[in-house]
DNA sequence: TTGAAAGCGCTAACAG
DNA sequence: CTGTTAGCGCTTTCAA
């Protein structure tokens, strides 16, 4: 930069102003300047600015990855999440620091300006983490879990709802639900499809499952369809589990959706593709991103901000 | 620090050499300043070290996005890639930077010490770009298309000629080429494909193709069934194409696998758990990530590196 | 409208 | 083994 304002002929502050377009410089002089920074490539050191102005114009975005990203992190959702969160943070000038927190935090994690959890499930610890080190943080999730923090979540309540809607405008008395409730979004879905159904005199059976598997699914039906061979819809808290849950279901003798109506949940390529084409409740990611972004800058920015919930709709297809 | 360094009794320098492990310090000095460190919740600034240090410790993952994650880059793979490259990256100190190039680069993203590519398919600009502020710079994709380049791709070729070993097994004479070759990595694929298919005197059919959806796929196919209607296998360069084939393949009253064979590239979920099970060539991505990973870092430290091929096998299913 | 001085927090180099 | 000195590149005072 020095060499630069000599270059220019002008002093270092002088380059500095100029290239951050400030109104105290001179408009000639910054177009001299800008034209010789230009030649010469210069760009600013960010470390040194970043030193200067005690922040990193950086946002962390922890996800849950044991070895590879599994759960319910797999599959597309958490990619369209990332992205509509990349788009909205980088065109306001942040970066996006991606990181697991296994094996404790980096540095530059740590001094990011802000956090963004995502895919945190049933298990807490890695906000609690977060929260020790004390940067604002915006968590993707069941927003009722946290109510001290800013989540933003889809809203899964009205999901399971819609599916019960659906069911019974079918004409179908005897639902399933398929999910673990420990998961916190997986239990607001559970209870917007029993309270739903509950107007109607009617109660799911939610018999345990244990991961968000195709087998799992599969599997659990399997069992199900012994003590339960009566019924006649079956609402999954995850696509996958929903076409695990078909496949038992076709293996056990039942026409889906003839005797048995499914429908599943996030609205997935997978599902849409399946045969017979699954329906499916809708979330749609990107927002959830741009939002989640919204949101942490809000935050870095000293406002107040709330949980806010996203709409949902379902998709029927085939099933 | 200077704080710190008072409340333990020992200089600024000291401080630092003992929380970085440095071996010039005692260990019982060493072992009362973490103790106060850790009491005060003390952690470096990050900045001032990277300013110091002259380096970020950040690489940059460019990935092609339009508003959203697009393209070949849709489905799981990307993530897959991310969370080896995360995993490899995080496990050595690096932090991992996600981005697009959507106008312009970030003053942080110009900062990494490194850059990695994912997912330039035909187009090159971002390649360009980056190159241009000379960051050490590894890429993901076809290696022959770049040879000044450090590429980790698979094996394309070999993926290619292994659906064709395979359709020649089972006596199939009339195999279709379905995807796109501007695109370099589906280029090594049709290449492949037919180098090994023309030992056996047979010249694959190789019908235009646009786009890598469900739908592109299905409608080459029922156009490609006026034509040559006796077609008895098909190779697609993705899962997507693949499926939408079929499709189209069972519309037109053909059966697979009895009347037409089916491969598709990259095994994803959607193919596996799709009616009837997709065989597909399948490649590991978490393994991709990490190379890709290390080669950055190599560049980074200064060392040569070369271009790498990944294996890549058939799964054999039920199309 | 421009500039000089000072310092953000850290660590390499050089004593001791 | 520990400390002193100096400076990485930037921007916020304060002064001209």
Redesign the pocket.
């Known amino acids: 930069?020095?060499d630069?304002?000599k270059i220019a002929?002008?002093?270092?502050?002088?380059?500095?102003?100029?290239?951050?377009e400030?109104?105290?410089?001179?408009?000639?002089?910054?177009e001299r300047v800008r034209a010789v920074a230009q030649e010469y490539g210069?760009?600013?050191?960010?470390?040194?600015?970043n030193?200067?102005?005690?922040r990193s114009m950086t946002v962390a975005v922890v996800v849950e990855m044991k070895p590879t990203l599994e759960r319910q992190m797999s599959g597309p959702y958490p990619l369209d999440l990332l992205g509509g969160i990349t788009q909205e943070l980088t065109t306001t000038g942040y970066s996006v620091l991606l990181t697991s927190l296994q094996g404790g935090a980096l540095p530059n994690v740590q001094a990011a300006d802000g956090v963004i959890l995502l895919g945190q499930g049933a298990n807490e610890d890695a906000m609690h983490a977060v929260q020790r080190w004390g940067r604002p943080m915006v968590v993707w999730g069941a927003v009722s879990r946290h109510e001290s923090q800013v989540v933003v979540g889809s809203d899964n309540r009205r999901g399971g709802s819609l599916a019960a809607d659906r069911f019974i405008a079918l004409g179908r008395s005897r639902p399933v639900f398929l999910g673990d409730p420990a998961h916190g979004e997986f239990a607001e879905r559970l209870e917007g499809f029993a309270s739903t159904l509950r107007k109607y005199g009617i109660e799911p059976i939610v018999p345990a499952v244990e991961g968000f598997t195709v087998n799992a699914g599969a599997e659990v039906v399997h069992a199900l369809l012994q003590k339960h061979p009566q019924v006649d819809a079956l609402f999954a808290a995850s696509d996958l589990l929903a076409i695990g849950a078909i496949r038992a279901l076709i293996e056990r003798g039942r026409r889906v959706p003839d005797d048995v109506s499914v429908i599943g949940y996030d609205d997935t390529p997978l599902g849409a593709t399946y045969v017979p084409p699954l329906s499916s409740v809708h979330q749609n990611f990107v927002d959830a991103g741009v939002l989640l972004a919204r949101k942490i800058r809000e935050l870095i920015d000293g406002q107040a901000t709330a949980s806010e919930t996203l709409p949902t709709h379902l998709v029927v297809r085939a099933t």
């Open positions: 930069m020095a630069l304002a002929g002008v002093s270092a502050i002088t380059v500095s102003r100029a290239l951050r400030s109104p105290l410089v001179n408009a000639e002089t910054r210069y760009a600013f050191n960010v470390s040194a600015r030193l200067r102005l005690r």
